[in-house]
């Protein structure tokens, strides 16, 4: 499982809060009031719906750059820090995973998701890979939306010294 993915800025402050139980972000008046706070105007309107400079919503693309990250050599990507994880099955229900990077690590997550060109990602749709083949030529053009979305997320998280927090669910 695990079919959605919503990654936000997550302030260098809160990392080690996120790393202890980053569920209690969700419901933090201080983390709310951040995210509340930021521009919510600087959006990029090539983007795909839900991605901008301060969210990024991978939907249920996130698995297809996980695939063609783990494709591409060399390994292990720094690109893969972005949409590493898997939700959880529990008896009581699906867990889902949260994702953290740091602000150290946002530099080369973000120059390693720059290196993938529109050609890798063509590639790696007409060989079969993704989860629309059958409808290739408007895939790419949507997974080269998405990667640029990321890249401008990116850098505005390295421009203001800022983490990712990302949810799959």
């Known amino acids: 499982m695990g079919i959605r993915y919503w ?10 809060t996120a790393r202890t139980n980053p569920r209690l972000l969700h ?5 709310d009031d951040y995210l509340w706070q930021l521009p919510q105007d600087e959006r990029d309107e090539s983007a795909p719906f839900g991605c901008g400079k301060h969210e990024l919503n991978l ?3 996130f698995n ?3 695939s063609l990250w783990e494709s591409l050599p060399p390994a292990p990507r720094p690109a893969l820090e972005l949409v ?4 959880t099955d529990h008896p009581r229900g699906w ?8 602000p150290d690590r946002i530099a080369a997550v973000r120059d390693d998701v720059a290196r993938t060109e529109e050609a890798h990602i063509r ?15 408007s895939y790419v053009r949507y997974l080269v939306s998405l990667h640029n979305a990321m890249i401008t997320f990116l850098d505005e998280r390295l421009a203001r010294g800022e983490g990712v927090l990302y949810t799959i669910a």
């Open 84 to 87: 590493d994880g898997w939700v």
């Open 95 to 102: 867990i889902p995973h949260y994702g953290i990077i740091a």
């Open 27 to 31: 419901i933090d008046d201080e983390y």
């Open 123 to 137: 590639t790696f749709i007409d060989s079969g890979h993704g989860s629309y083949g059958d409808e290739s030529e």
């Open 59 to 61: 939907d249920k693309a």
């Open 64 to 66: 297809d750059f996980r």
């Open 7 to 16: 990654g936000r800025p997550l302030p260098a402050h809160l990392i080690e």
